[in-house]
C-alpha cells in the first residue's frame, strides 16, 4: 500500500523544475549590484527594492520567469525572506466594517451592495494560447523553432499570471480604502464549488 502524501518517481527532464531554494545564506549575503549564494559564490544582480533596516536575509529562492518582451530573454528572479524580530501589539480592531461573500458568478458581493465581477483574463488569451500549442505540436521537439514557440507561450501565461496579480492587488486596496474591519465567511469553497456543479448538472438532465 502507498503511503498517503507519497507520488510516484519523476524523471526531473529538462524545463520542468523551473525554482530551487537556497534554505540557508551565509553572513552579508547581499550587496547593492550582487548576491551570494552557496556553491555558486557572488552573481550579479539587479536589486528591485532595498532591503529594510534592521531586517536579516534568512532563505532565497531563485525562479524561472518568462517576460513579457520577445526581444528580452527569459529571466531569473530572486525572492528573498527576511526576518525581523519585533513586538506587534494586540490592538483592537476598530473602523467601518464590511462583510464579503465570494461567490460562483459573480467574484465578491460585498455588504455595501457592490458586486465584483469575476475577471476573464485567462478566456481573452485562449484562442490565442490555442494556436500556439497547435503549431507546437508539429514542430520538432527541442527545435529552434520549438523553443521559440514554447518561449511564446510561456509568455503568455507569465501575461495573465502577472495581470491576475495586478488586478487582486487592486481589489484588495479597493476594500482597504473604504473600511477599517473586513469580515469573510469561513467556507470550503472547492467543496461548494463541486456541489454547485453537480446540481447544475442535476438541472439540466
Given at each position: 500500500?502507498?503511503?498517503?502524501?507519497?507520488?510516484?518517481?519523476?524523471?526531473?527532464?529538462?524545463?520542468?523544475?523551473?525554482?530551487?531554494?537556497?534554505?540557508?545564506?551565509?553572513?552579508?549575503?547581499?550587496?547593492?549590484?550582487?548576491?551570494?549564494?552557496?556553491?555558486?559564490?557572488?552573481?550579479?544582480?539587479r536589486q528591485h527594492r532595498p532591503i529594510p533596516d534592521g531586517m536579516e536575509v534568512k532563505q532565497a529562492r531563485v525562479v524561472k520567469q518568462a517576460t513579457l518582451r520577445?526581444?528580452?530573454?527569459?529571466?531569473?528572479?530572486?525572492?528573498?525572506?527576511l526576518q525581523?524580530?519585533?513586538?506587534?501589539?494586540?490592538?483592537?480592531?476598530?473602523?467601518?466594517?464590511?462583510?464579503?461573500?465570494?461567490?460562483?458568478?459573480?467574484?465578491?458581493?460585498?455588504?455595501?451592495?457592490?458586486?465584483?465581477?469575476?475577471?476573464?483574463?485567462?478566456?481573452?488569451l485562449q484562442s490565442k494560447l490555442k494556436l500556439l500549442q497547435r503549431r507546437l505540436k508539429n514542430k520538432k521537439k527541442g527545435s529552434s523553432s520549438w523553443q521559440k514557440l514554447n518561449q511564446k507561450i510561456a509568455r503568455l501565461h507569465q501575461q495573465v499570471q502577472d495581470t491576475l496579480q495586478d488586478w487582486q492587488f487592486k481589489l484588495a486596496h479597493h476594500l482597504c480604502d473604504q473600511a477599517g474591519m473586513?469580515?469573510?465567511?469561513?467556507?470550503?469553497?472547492?467543496?461548494?464549488?463541486?456541489?454547485?456543479?453537480?446540481?447544475l448538472g442535476q438541472k439540466g438532465c
Open positions: 500500500m502507498r503511503a498517503q502524501g507519497m507520488g510516484f518517481p519523476r524523471f526531473k527532464k529538462k524545463g520542468r523544475l523551473r525554482s530551487f531554494i537556497f534554505p540557508q545564506l551565509g553572513k552579508n549575503p547581499v550587496r547593492n549590484d550582487a548576491i551570494k549564494l552557496p556553491q555558486f559564490g557572488w552573481i550579479k544582480w520577445a526581444a528580452t530573454p527569459t529571466g531569473y528572479f530572486v525572492m528573498l525572506s525581523l524580530d519585533i513586538n506587534i501589539p494586540d490592538t483592537p480592531a476598530s473602523g467601518h466594517p464590511i462583510g464579503i461573500d465570494l461567490g460562483l458568478d459573480k467574484f465578491l458581493a460585498t455588504s455595501e451592495g457592490e458586486l465584483i465581477n469575476r475577471p476573464r483574463f485567462f478566456k481573452t473586513i469580515f469573510a465567511e469561513d467556507i470550503n469553497y472547492s467543496t461548494r464549488s463541486r456541489f454547485a456543479s453537480i446540481s
